[in-house]
């Protein structure tokens, strides 16, 4: 089993930054790769960044630019700093960790994050 403790949400002006954390516990094997998914209300959860053991990474189209993700692999934690916050960037957003090797994958309990003046 894999637990993430995600930390670091909360509420910002527009055009302000957050950093958001993930710690990663438990049986967690040296091949994985982690991802930021997000879910708005009364949107479906999608897809914010990832980055594989490799450090190879990817975004959505929407934070480009402005959101970058990084991880400290001999903590098991990944890192999303989002800066230029919009409000359209409001939502939970989650942790997700995909064991390669087991072929199943982890989810956080979430953290909001509110983008509002």
């Known amino acids: 089993q894999v637990q993430l403790v995600e930390s670091g949400g909360g509420l910002v002006q527009p055009g302000g930054s957050l950093r958001l954390s993930c710690a990663a516990s438990g049986s967690i094997p040296s091949i994985y790769n982690m991802g930021w998914y997000r879910q708005a209300p009364g949107k479906q959860r999608e897809l914010v960044a990832h980055?594989?053991?490799?450090?190879?990474?990817n975004y959505a189209d929407s934070v480009k630019g402005r959101f970058t993700i990084s991880r400290d692999s001999a903590k098991n934690t990944v890192f999303l700093q989002m800066n230029s916050l919009k409000p359209e960037d409001t939502a939970v957003y989650y942790c997700?960790?995909?064991?390669?090797?087991?072929?199943?994958?982890?989810w956080g309990q979430g953290t909001q994050v509110t983008v509002s003046s």
């Open positions: 997700n960790l995909v064991r390669i090797i087991f072929r199943d994958d982890y």
């Open positions: 980055i594989t053991s490799s450090g190879s990474t």
